[in-house]
């Protein structure tokens, strides 16, 4: 047979993406910033959005662009998750041989945190964090969160090795633990939620956590199974569906929609099924190589960096929007209608 050698959960995921209604995204424009060229995003939430250009830094919050570098007087930024009004950096001052972690405000100015094996890379809220390296030789790690408004201060222990997994606008946190020998599926990984003052253990499903939305839903996968964990309600799968092999980095969104990156491409994944992201945008040749994307989980759009002609070295940034779903237009031409037809009688 000509597919023997693909594995099952490949065969699968194609099946998945053949049978799915594909929903659509649309190409708004390049992302662009006046005397800036290459430019990267890294970061995006709400309209904020962090971007590089080569080894420069800038932060776009709906006023002037700001120059991270120049503001703290730093050589090397990375600002790799964006929370409410503070966002994880890591960065290293002119002159210093090290780098440290800590958070970037809508101001531009990062404040770090003492210590090199401290890392922050979430950031949700009032909270960002990470985690704290134990032993630099193995994986033993504390978790790490910290509430930049109030100052208060989390280190949690599980298990082995723990890590904050995301934090979510109302303040719930989630944290992965793993044993000391746990494989690089998912076995032996464990999901604790921090609510309210309170940790909870989420029991029955090992896994890896990616995120956590505003509406508290925590995104666990496990091979190529997609689940949703929410406190205080049942875990649920996301959409029945397979998603796609090998995921690198995965987004969820609070509308309820994921990115993934996987060893076959940038995919997006609703209730109804897993998107090859080239194929539902018009305008992206099947040819075409997307490198990196960014989703604001806000409102969904995506920044993608695309080389549409395979032969030549061009990458550019673009913004793509979600196009509304023919049932939603039409929900909302009832809804006109209806405001129109009152009016009418008054």
Known sequence: MRCQGLPATFLGFLLTVSVASARE????GEFTSPGLTNLIVSAARDGVVAFRSGFEVYLQAGGPRLHINQINNSTSINIQEWGGSFGSVKSRPFGSSSSLSGYVG????ITSFEGANLNTFKAGGDWVGGEIEVNLSTVQ?????????????????????????????????????RDEFAGSIGLNHRVHIWQNGVYSTVSGYNGFVHGIN??????????????IVQPGKPTREFNGQMAPDQPNFTQFS?????????????????????YDLRAITPGIPAGSKIWSAVQDPVTDRIYARIQFDPSSNVRRTYVLDPVPEP?????????????????RKG
Not at 214 to 227: A, M, P, R, W, Y
Not at 254 to 274: C, H, N, P, Q, R
């Open 141 to 177: 790690k504390l978790g790490f969160a910290y509430n930049v408004k109030t100052g208060q201060r989390l280190e949690p222990a599980f298990d082995y090795g723990t890590v904050l997994a995301g934090a979510s606008p109302t303040g719930t946190l989630v944290f992965q633990s």
């Open 327 to 343: 049932g939603t237009l039409a929900a909302l031409g009832l809804g006109v209608a209806a405001v129109l037809r009152r009016q």
């Open 25 to 28: 995204y649309r190409i708004v």
């Open 106 to 109: 809508l101001d531009g100015k």
């Open 254 to 274: 609070d509308l309820g929609t994921i990115l993934m990156d996987s060893i076959f491409g940038f995919f997006v994944g609703d209730a109804k099924g897993w």
């Open 214 to 227: 505003k509406h508290d839903e925590i995104l666990l996968t496990n091979g190529g199974s997609v689940f």
